[in-house]
């Protein structure tokens, strides 16, 4: 991946932190975007520790005018725009009668109007170069339904799948390959707060008996960003432990 420019959102932490580091192991340089500003510097720090390029560029996903901003700065500091994750994503769990219609818009503008706000933004670079990927993340809420007071969350992670098929057919002429993970439960902050009962009734659900790790979801992540990746696209690659089996 040398030479390649990526853009990893939610990248301070868990699956877009990993994300970021095992693409800039592969030589991408990473823009490290999160709405976390703090974090993103530490991120970057262990990157280049590690001989890796990366840079931080603060971004709340949910306003255009942001997203937009993100892709020009990226371009203006290295000229270029290969890769895209749209990482960034939020899991309040809020039972059905209690969901509010402040809480249900923020979870679409930060969960799901990147996918196609950014990624219209990076396509309109990509393009230029007849060269790109996209990976967006849903979910095993997004494939089945979700458990445990998930029901808007799930819907959102359902629209990235719909959203990815049908942007991939778009930008399809432009060698831009448009894909969706959807990973099943992964240790990460999205899951701190879950009680010890509830993490048990995921597990059992699992064939492979526990949670992932985000680096085993980063892993398939940068897969489909690579070079080898070349006739993939609209796809879900579901990363769960064989919780879904489609
Ligand atoms: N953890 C899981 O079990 C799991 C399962 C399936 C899908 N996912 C998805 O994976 C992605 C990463 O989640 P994670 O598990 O690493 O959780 P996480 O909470 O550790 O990371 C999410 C990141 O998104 C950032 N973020 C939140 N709102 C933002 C905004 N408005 N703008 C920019 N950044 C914002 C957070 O600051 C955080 O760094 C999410 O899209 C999530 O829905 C997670």
Same mark, same amino acid.
Request: hydrophobic letters at 45%; a neutral charge; aromatic letters at 8%.
């Given at each position: 991946m040398k030479d390649r420019v990526a853009i990893v959102t939610g990248a301070a932490r868990g699956i877009g932190a990993a994300t970021a580091q095992v693409l800039a192991q592969k030589g991408a340089k990473v823009a490290v975007s999160d709405i976390d500003a703090g974090l993103i510097e530490q991120v970057v720090a262990t990157i280049q520790q590690a001989g890796g390029e990366a840079a931080a560029f603060p971004c709340d996903v949910s306003h255009p005018s942001e997203t937009d901003k993100l892709v020009n700065d990226v371009v203006s500091k290295y000229g270029r725009l290969d890769i895209l994750v749209n990482n960034a994503g939020i899991c309040p769990r809020i039972p059905v009668d209690e969901m509010t219609e402040e809480m249900f818009d923020l979870m679409f503008n930060i969960n799901l109007k990147p996918?196609?706000?950014?990624? %219209?933004?990076?396509?309109?670079? *990509?393009?230029?170069? /007849?060269? +790109? %990927?996209?990976?967006?993340?849903?979910?095993?809420?997004?494939?089945?339904?979700? *458990?445990?007071?998930?029901?808007?969350?799930? +819907?959102?992670?359902?629209?990235?799948?719909?959203?990815?098929?049908?942007?991939?057919?778009?930008?399809?002429?432009?060698?831009?390959?448009? /894909?969706?993970?959807?990973?099943?439960?992964?240790?990460? %902050? *999205?899951?701190?707060?879950?009680?010890?009962?509830? %993490?048990?009734?995921?597990?059992?659900?699992?064939?492979?008996?526990?949670?992932?790790?985000?680096?085993?979801?980063?892993?398939?992540?940068?897969?489909?960003?690579?070079?080898?990746?070349?006739?993939?696209?609209?796809?879900?690659?579901?990363? /769960?432990g064989g919780v879904v089996m489609v």
């Open positions: 996918v196609f706000f950014l990624t %219209r933004a990076a396509a309109n670079v *990509m393009k230029l170069q /007849n060269w +790109g %990927r996209v990976v967006n993340i849903s979910s095993t809420a997004g494939r089945i339904g979700a *458990m445990h007071n998930s029901t808007v969350y799930s +819907g959102t992670k359902g629209g990235v799948l719909a959203m990815t098929k049908s942007l991939a057919r778009h930008y399809a002429p432009y060698n831009i390959l448009i /894909n969706a993970i959807a990973p099943g439960t992964v240790d990460t %902050r *999205m899951f701190a707060n879950v009680a010890a009962e509830t %993490r048990e009734e995921y597990v059992e659900t699992v064939p492979l008996g526990r949670f992932a790790q985000p680096i085993e979801i980063a892993h398939s992540i940068v897969h489909l960003c690579s070079e080898e990746t070349t006739w993939v696209t609209g796809a879900t690659l579901d990363v /769960n």
